[in-house]
């Protein structure tokens, strides 16, 4: 079959693809150029005009100060819930337990209501409240595949779904707001991140998702224990034999993870106005995790190329607004546009593929038609 | 408690139980043959949703086999791209669930009818009359498939083949078994349960659809395969438990006078169970040797 000579797949072959060669890039690329394509197509279908919407949507997105700073305001969490996977996909595992660290994260920071701190070192504390408790999170299933063989996979979904009640019920009865029974007590003035430019939702936890995402990039790529973390997830055996302990990276991994997790919780509970508060159906803080995984898998598990995915998929959410004003296109095509590009990155040899199609209809797709 | 509030919760309990029994015991089937699909979520929501606009165009029975053909449908391009083009399975179930919110959210919103759909209730299947209340077929299909499918992969060939195809696939591929089709087989099936769950849920119990409705029952139902170690009656069990569960944090959400009592915490427990029994059983549950790993020639 057409199985020979091709690259290593699953978890690895995104690893080795990832370090080599421009290919990465283009299927990226190629994925987000399908992912709006069929996007297009379902729009025409439901009668909208494509070019206008994604023109509206590139507006809406990237095209004034006030777009750029929605965008970007929107991309620093996805940056840090995108990270969590990346570190772990790195390391070798499967991590999709951000959604339910964002939570944990977003909830502690709140707790700084019930304190009184001196701006400054309020946000320090915020900051640390939040990704204490995103670590804390992800340390039972990381403990849980080292001592007990449980499957990462599994255990991260289990509490996804414990954290999503354990909020809803934190949310209402303990953290509640008694002035406002819809949301939590909210972050205090002193302790919340300055808003950067003034009429956005852009505040300085911009620069907490930028510098944690530079930490992650020198720590795996500079460092020996970022290098060990690497390497277990390129070739386990090749690092047990090098002496890499196997336990330590995971463990290491995951709470890196959980920190980057809770992290992106407590910059939303900490830096998104109106509110600086999580709303009792944590409307604001859902899906976080589960987009963040898009962003990682687009920026190829590599720091420096998620803050370009990262910018993407802001601008898609920022734009989408703009999108449903003007063309009236409802903003969760954002939503069908990212599970495709998402479904097309799963598939390894893209490229490859396209090549059999061209082998095989020639003339349909305008190929040589090669053997 | 009542006599009738007992009555009603043990009734709510059957019909809670159903999407989950289905789900998971279409997903032992993919699972034997050596697929990890966790796209769960997005299937039963995009049956939930084909099965209301069905049902709404020509009836319950209509409605119910639009949503099963929508679970096979997507199930065919999972095991495409999990089986034939390798694709890392995780990432397809990330992409298909992502996919199903972001389309059905949409299509609502085309439709009219911004983040629902309601069913007349003419086209509801109707429940079946029992003197303490109705009761729905599906409920029966529930009951029965965990035991049609056991002695399928229990006692048949088919069911060996499936098994050798998730357990040790050079060794079925030697024995002229064609893995890639028997996988696609096995998850296209696992697929149709999920689409029937979503329908049943839309068209059978609730009688409309939200955006919300899958409401995490896919995943559940993966807890519950991993909790029933692929054992299609235990995971008749394990949906049963999970249907009490959900009938009492409904019944304290819904009862004067107790509202005080946490009812997340029953929604919360099946998660914790399913941990437990993982954590503490994972030396006895064993699970296909291939489950997750494409399989390509040498």
């Known amino acids: 079959m057409h199985d020979r000579g091709l690259p290593a797949r699953g978890v690895e072959g995104i690893l080795r693809r990832g370090l080599f060669g421009l290919s990465p890039i283009a299927e990226s690329l190629v994925a987000a150029v399908l992912g709006l394509g069929l996007g297009a197509i379902i729009m025409a279908l439901s009668g909208f005009n494509p070019i206008l919407a994604y023109a509206a949507l590139l507006k809406g997105g990237f095209a004034s100060t006030y777009a750029l700073a929605t965008s970007a305001a929107c991309a620093a969490p996805l940056l840090l819930t ?24 977003a909830l502690a920071a709140v707790t700084l209501s019930y304190f009184v701190l001196p701006p400054g070192l309020a946000q320090i504390v915020g900051i640390l409240f939040a ?67 003034r009429g956005t939702d852009l505040s300085y936890a911009v620069f907490a998702a930028l510098a944690f995402a530079v930490v992650i990039y020198v720590l795996l790529w500079h460092t020996a224990s970022g290098y060990e973390i690497r390497a277990a997830g390129f070739n386990p055996r090749a690092a047990k034999y090098g002496g890499i302990k196997s336990r330590r990276t995971m463990v290491m991994s995951f709470l890196l993870g959980g920190m980057s997790a809770g992290l992106a919780g407590g910059a939303m509970s900490m830096g998104t106005p109106p509110s600086y508060a999580v709303f009792a159906g944590l409307s604001q803080i859902a899906n976080l995790g589960f987009n963040g995984m898009a962003v990682a898998m687009v920026g190829r598990n590599h720091p420096l190329g998620m803050i370009a995915s990262a910018l993407f998929f802001g601008g898609l959410a920022a734009g989408a607004r703009e999108m449903q004003m003007t063309a009236g296109v409802p903003t969760e095509m954002v939503s069908v546009v990212q599970g495709v590009i998402v479904l097309t990155l799963a598939v390894p040899e893209l490229v490859h593929i396209f090549r059999i199609f061209r082998r095989r209809w020639p003339r349909l797709l305008g190929g040589r038609g090669e053997a | 408690m009542t006599w009738n509030s007992l009555i009603n919760i043990l009734f709510i309990a059957l019909h809670a139980m159903v999407p989950i029994t289905l789900t998971a015991v279409g997903e032992i089937v993919g699972e034997t043959a050596g697929l990890f699909n966790i796209g769960l979520e997005g299937i039963l929501l995009l049956g939930a949703f084909a099965g209301v606009l069905g049902a709404g165009f020509a009836g319950p029975m209509v409605g119910l086999l639009v949503g099963m053909g929508t679970g096979m449908a997507v199930g065919l391009i999972f095991s495409v791209i999990a089986a034939y083009w390798k694709g890392n399975q995780m990432i397809i179930g990330i992409g298909i669930n992502l996919f199903a919110a972001g389309a059905v959210a949409y299509t609502m919103v085309i439709l009219g009818q911004p983040g629902y759909r309601l069913l007349s209730f003419e086209n509801r299947l109707p429940l079946i009359r029992t003197p303490a209340g109705g009761l729905s077929p599906i409920i029966f299909v529930a009951l029965v498939a965990p035991f049609l499918v056991y002695w399928f992969l229990r006692r048949t060939r088919a069911g060996l083949i499936l098994k050798a195809a998730g357990e040790a696939p050079e060794a079925a591929d030697v024995a002229g078994i ?8 096995a998850t296209t099936f696992g697929g149709m349960l999920a689409g029937l769950a979503g329908a049943y849920m839309s068209v059978a119990w609730i009688g409309s659809a939200t955006k919300e409705l899958s409401a995490g029952r896919g995943f559940i139902a993966l807890a519950i395969v991993v909790f029933s170690g692929l054992n299609p009656m235990l995971a008749l069990v394990g949906g049963i438990i999970y249907g009490v569960f959900q009938s009492l944090a409904i019944w304290i959400k819904n009862t004067p006078g107790i509202t005080f009592l946490p009812w997340q915490v029953f929604d919360m427990l099946p998660y914790v169970v399913t941990l437990l029994v993982v954590a503490g059983a994972i030396g006895r549950v064993r699970f296909p040797k291939a489950l997750g790993q494409p399989y390509k020639r040498e």
Request: hydrophobic letters at 55%; aromatic letters at 10%.
């Open chain 1, 82 to 105: 995108g990270l969590t996977f990346a570190i772990c996909a790195r390391a070798g595992m499967f991590n999709i337990g951000a959604e339910g660290q964002v939570y944990m994260g």
């Open chain 1, 131 to 197: 990704m204490t408790a995103g670590a804390l999170w992800s340390l039972v299933p990381a403990l849980l595949r080292v001592f007990r063989g449980v499957n990462e996979v599994i255990s991260t979904i289990m509490f996804n779904w414990i954290s999503h009640f354990l909020a809803l019920y934190l949310v209402a009865r303990i953290l509640v707001d008694p002035a406002r029974s819809s949301q939590t007590v909210r972050v205090p003035v002193g302790a919340r991140f300055p808003i950067l430019i």
């Open chain 2, 178 to 185: 064609n893995v890639n089709r028997v996988r696609l087989v």
